[in-house]
């Protein structure tokens, strides 16, 4: 075992057992996230619109690798992995043939690799995965959804968060601040998003023939 450990953790191939070590840690923290009520998937914005183009060119990188519009955290699990794994294995074949590598000639190499790998992996995912039931919608199809605000109050000043589900039924948690015009939005209204900038959103409170209505017993 203590062989093993010197070995994942040697200089050569430090970087792809930090890789490997983030997937667990990342994978973690989205579970116990997700007991708690919240979700990492929403602080990491994977309600970004990977089909359309953007003005932002980081944005518009990851859509190129990530083909299949994968949400953003299986997007960065994606990566971590096929680095990774691409990592180890540059070094074995280094290894078995002269030496290992430096570790930023491998990481270089194993970034190479990755790409295409991705580019692939997420392409299939996406298939596999129905749309309908995929998180990977654009924030644009928000507005206009009514949902509830979770942290509060909403006002013209830092954002609070605001529960909405999608077209799906899919429920996102999103930044939002109340209209100009509007007074303050405390926690528990149901606000009508009206407009968005960027990751932001516009919201007014929702008229009452707009509210969802509650079930009863009998439904």
Do not use: C
């Amino acid at each position: 075992m203590s062989a093993l450990l010197e070995h994942v953790m040697s200089p050569e191939v430090r970087p792809f057992a930090i890789a490997a070590a983030m997937i667990l840690i990342v994978g973690s923290i989205e579970v116990v996230s997700m007991l708690v009520g919240a979700s990492l998937s929403e602080m990491l914005g994977i309600n970004i619109d990977f089909g359309h183009p953007s003005d932002n060119g980081v944005i518009n990188a990851i859509s190129w690798i990530n083909v299949g519009g994968v949400p953003l955290l299986i997007f960065l699990l994606l990566l971590l992995g096929a680095f990774s794994i691409a990592g180890f294995l540059i070094q074995d074949i280094a290894r078995m043939v002269a030496g290992p590598l430096p570790a930023t000639l491998a990481s270089v190499g194993a970034v190479a690799v990755s790409i295409p790998l991705v580019r692939a992996a997420s392409r299939g995912i996406a298939r596999v995965i129905p749309k309908d039931e995929s998180y990977a919608v654009g924030l644009g199809d928000l507005v206009g959804r009514v949902g509830e605000v979770v942290i509060g109050p909403l006002d013209q000043g830092p954002p609070g968060r605001v529960s909405v589900a999608d077209i799906h039924g899919n429920r996102h948690f999103v930044w939002a601040v109340a209209a100009p015009s509007s007074s303050p939005l405390p926690q528990g209204t149901m606000v009508l998003l009206v407009d968005r900038a960027g990751t932001r959103f516009v919201a007014v409170k929702a008229d009452d023939e707009l509210k969802p209505s509650k079930p009863t017993l009998s439904s």
